[in-house]
C-alpha cells in the first residue's frame, strides 16, 4: 500500500458547516460524511421549563465531520477546519486525527489511496 491514509473526525456547531465544505472543496478534499450528533464538554448545560417541569439540559446538538485523506495535507484541512468553525466560545468543537490501516472500495475492492479516488 504505501500512502498514509488520515482519518479526521471533527465535532464542530452545525452552522458553521456549508462554508466549511466550500472551504474543503477548494483544497481538494472530495468526501466528506457529516452525522448529527450530541454531545456535552465543558461548556455548561442550561435549565429549561417545559410544562411547569425544569429540566436540566447538557446534551448540545453538534455535526460530526468524517473525512479520509492520502494527498490532501492534513494540517490544510485542520487549518480551514479552526478558521472556519471557530467562533471564540465554548462548544466550538474537537478535531480528532487517526492514521488509517486501509480503506477499501466495496464495489471493486480497490484499497488504499485507489479507493479514495472517483471513477466514472
Do not use: W
Not at 477548494?26 to 461548556?43: E, M, Y
Not at 485523506?69 to 467562533?87: G, S
Not at 488509517?100 to 471513477?119: C, M, P, S
Amino acid at each position: 500500500m504505501g500512502e498514509v491514509l488520515t482519518k479526521i473526525d471533527i465535532v464542530a456547531r452545525p452552522n458553521k458547516f456549508e462554508q466549511f465544505k466550500q472551504e474543503l472543496a477548494k483544497i481538494g478534499v472530495s468526501g466528506i460524511t457529516v452525522s448529527d450528533v450530541k454531545g456535552t464538554g465543558l461548556q455548561k448545560g442550561f435549565v429549561e421549563t417545559y410544562r411547569g417541569v425544569k429540566r436540566e439540559i447538557n446534551l448540545h446538538e453538534r455535526i460530526k465531520i468524517e473525512i479520509v485523506v492520502c494527498e490532501v495535507p492534513v494540517q490544510d484541512v485542520i487549518n480551514v477546519a479552526r478558521k472556519f468553525l471557530y467562533t471564540g466560545k465554548p462548544g466550538d468543537g474537537k478535531i480528532f486525527i487517526y492514521e488509517l490501516a486501509n480503506v477499501i472500495k466495496i464495489r471493486t475492492g480497490e484499497e488504499g489511496h485507489a479507493a479514495l479516488k472517483n471513477d466514472k
